[in-house]
């Protein structure tokens, strides 16, 4: 089969490509350009999609022997995901950029150009398994991302690999060392990807600006305290050391007391 292996920069996408590699298929190595102005560097486990990623990606892509390429989707990204996730908050949503990502870039964008190629089908690092063409959970299930992929129809699923699925992080990380890939240690990305300073709040705060309410108590109508939009509120728990009085406070007038927290 003629496969398409969608490389991050990361451990487990170039493990994923070498699985490939092993199993007899004709591989091809693509990083996505998501970004119009991607960073030099990672800031540690922050972000994605660096200069310093698609690098990385390169440079395992030359270990494993396989052509490599960079495709430029960030006018789609911003589109689809970026622009969706500041809509779906300012409508008082709590959008997941990544199940976004997956079910429009990764596995609709990507993977349409893929076909259209001539490739049969489009591998990635994610932690998931794929049985008789059922989306199942990843061995590891501490790194298990089957929900972000939970939105992709029987067709996609179709022309989707997981070859790390099977396999906890820990060894995908010893496998990547005895391969030689440098990424073997590399931290794992955490957070949402384009806000690499981690601070959702100022990155929407910036795009939706100040919308001032009241904090006021469902039951005795009392105002507790005022906050400047729900786009800086997700439903959860009351976050930090403060009691349940504390809770009450963070939640908006337009949602009642519905246990809301300050996006992260």
């Known amino acids: ?25 004709e591989v091809v190595g693509v990083h ?21 990623d698609a690098g990385d990606a390169r440079r395992a892509a030359d270990v494993l022997g396989i052509p490599f390429y960079v495709w430029d ?7 689809d995901v970026i622009d969706d996730f500041v809509a779906s908050y300012a409508a008082g949503q709590t959008p997941n950029p990544c199940l ?29 398994r794929l049985d008789g063409g059922v ?6 299930a501490d790194k298990d ?4 992929l939970a939105v992709l129809t029987a067709e996609q699923l179709s022309r989707a690999m997981f070859p790390v699925g099977d396999t906890p992080k820990e060894q995908i990380r010893e496998e990547a ?9 590399k931290p794992d990305s955490h957070d949402i990807c384009f806000i690499p300073s981690g601070d959702t709040r100022a990155f929407l705060g910036a795009r939706i600006g100040v919308r001032p ?15 400047e939009g729900v786009h800086g509120f997700t439903i959860g728990a009351a976050q930090g050391p403060r009691d349940c009085r504390a809770r009450r406070r963070r939640a908006p007038a337009t949602s009642r007391r519905s246990n809301q927290r300050p996006a992260p």
Not at 145 to 148: H, K, N
Not at 213 to 227: K, N, Q, R
């Open 1 to 25: 089969m003629r496969i398409l292996a969608a490389m991050s920069g990361g451990v487990d996408s170039a493990v994923a490509a070498a699985r490939a590699v092993d199993a007899g298929h």
């Open 32 to 52: 996505l350009a998501l970004s119009t102005a991607p960073g030099t560097l990672r800031t540690g486990s922050r972000g994605c999609c660096s200069k310093e």
């Open 73 to 79: 989707f960030a006018d789609r990204f911003k589109e």
């Open 100 to 128: 976004r990502c997956n079910e429009k870039i990764k596995f609709s964008a990507l993977a349409d150009r893929a076909i259209a190629l001539g490739f049969d089908a489009v591998a990635t690092g994610h932690y998931a």
């Open 135 to 140: 989306l199942r959970r990843a061995v590891d």
């Open 145 to 148: 991302q089957s929900y972000v």
């Open 177 to 185: 060392a005895e391969r030689g890939l440098a990424v073997a240690n």
């Open 213 to 227: 309410g009241s904090v006021v108590d469902a039951d005795s109508g009392e105002i507790l305290a005022e906050h």
